[in-house]
């Protein structure tokens, strides 16, 4: 992959892990405010906890690609960014814009898909 291509793509990994930071932050600090709300009855506390719960599970898949991007950074670090983790074949330019955190090229990544059901 050439350095421009590379330069693109940790720009684009930086933004969104930017974005998902601040995400995670202000969904923490809205489940800290609704914590400490005094609740009046039982449809205000159930409000709340479905509320926390859509939000904690939000949390957690942005934690997750969060992961992820940190992984897809130090590979371009390491000069090992575009290349498939189980065939070693580059992956499409493509599939990195859409998903610029990918490990696995398409037909890997359906084998992997695959065998998880």
Request: hydrophobic share 35%; net charge negative; charged share 30%.
């Given at each position: ?10 720009e684009i990994?930086q933004s969104r892990?930017?974005?998902i930071q601040k ?6 600090s ?5 914590n ?5 009855d039982e449809?205000?506390?159930a409000?709340?906890n ?7 599970a939000i ?5 997750k690609e969060?992961g ?13 960014y575009g290349?498939?983790?189980m065939?070693?074949?580059?992956i ?6 859409v ?8 037909d890997?990544?359906e084998i992997v898909?695959?065998?998880?059901k």
């Amino acid at each position: 992959m050439q350095a421009s291509e590379l330069e693109f793509f940790k720009e684009i990994l930086q933004s969104r892990k930017e974005q998902i930071q601040k995400n995670i932050n202000g969904v923490n600090s809205e489940l800290d405010g609704l914590n400490s709300l005094e609740l009046n009855d039982e449809g205000d506390h159930a409000s709340v906890n479905n509320n926390s719960m859509v939000e904690s599970a939000i949390v957690q898949q942005q934690q997750k690609e969060l992961g992820e991007i940190e992984v897809a950074l130090r590979k371009i670090a390491k000069g090992e960014y575009g290349i498939c983790e189980m065939c070693e074949d580059d992956i499409g330019f493509q599939r990195l814009k859409v998903k610029p955190h990918a490990i696995y090229c398409i037909d890997c990544r359906e084998i992997v898909e695959k065998s998880k059901k």
